[in-house]
């Protein structure tokens, strides 16, 4: 049997998959904390860092945990157990847990969350929405439903395979949906790449009300149509993409997906009178 895999060699399998190279310059994706020759038997992929993954991964004994959101984003000016982040580093380190975040450089990545979101939604023929120039990595993804769709029951087929009770959207009920244009987590910034491409619809999070105005045609009809299924609604697959490419990679290893939601948001809809 394969000797089992060290952190290192963990995370040299992923960058080369999702090369550190192609993350945006404002990430801090890689390794962020723990020993790289750390063995590593048992590991629990999440989506977020949270007191709650970490007491998970000391349930199962884990050794390694890797999430897609990094934990340090920007500098500490201190490691003490009275603030959220600066907390979480104390403990990894005292349990001896090492945390690996594959962020924008996984959003990048052919395969990568996009499109997991687009193969979650049932697209086909799917692509980059904006590749890079060698074509290899790129932003967001487009695709094809099967069938057109009028866009009310798409937004029902939305809000149940991405189990999320509400969604924020701009667009006619009753305008056909077929080409559907996909970005998890954040992805204001491709909204215009998604019309320029012949997207009927585009999903996404994190849009801000003015956005919204961005699909306006001169008479106020939007097209394409643009929704907000929430940041971490579109991108949670990426556990699941992520330990199904692990586990075939390191079969020795236990892969483990979190079985709660690091997401501190919820959404509040009022009972029916």
């Not at 080369?16 to 063995?39: I, K």
Request: hydrophobic share 40%; proline share 7%; glycine share 6%.
């Amino acid at each position: 049997m394969p000797n089992t895999p060290t952190v290192r060699q963990i995370a040299e399998f992923l960058e080369a998959w999702a090369p550190l190279s192609s993350a945006m310059s404002y990430d801090n994706a890689g390794l962020q904390v723990g020993n790289p020759d750390t063995e590593v038997r048992t590991a629990l992929l999440g989506l977020d860092m949270t007191p709650e993954l970490l007491n998970e991964a000391k349930t199962l004994g884990a050794t390694l945990i890797v999430t897609h959101h990094p934990l340090l984003f920007r500098p500490l000016h201190a490691v003490t157990t009275e603030t959220y982040v600066p907390n979480l580093v104390w403990r990894l380190a005292s349990e001896n847990i090492a945390l690996y975040s594959i962020h924008t450089n996984l959003d990048a990545a052919s395969g990568g969350v996009s499109f997991a979101l687009a193969e979650q939604l049932g697209l086909a023929d799917t692509e980059f929405l904006q590749p890079s120039e060698s074509g290899e990595t790129g932003f967001g993804v487009i695709g094809s439903l099967p069938a057109p769709i009028r866009l009310q029951a798409f937004l029902e087929i939305i809000a149940e395979r991405l189990e999320t009770p509400a969604l924020r959207y701009a667009g006619d009920p009753e305008a056909p949906i077929r080409r559907v244009a996909v970005c998890g987590g954040a992805g204001s910034n491709l909204i215009a790449e998604a019309a320029s491409c012949g997207a009927d619809a585009y999903i996404t999070a994190d849009i801000k009300y003015h956005d919204f105005f961005n699909v306006l045609d001169t008479r106020g009809h939007p097209h394409p149509a643009l929704i907000d299924a929430g940041h971490y609604e579109t991108e949670k697959f990426t556990e699941s993409l992520l330990v199904e490419a692990l586990a075939k990679q390191f079969p020795q290893t236990a892969w483990r997906r979190t079985k709660t939601s690091t997401s501190p948001v919820r959404t509040f809809i009022p009972p029916k009178r």
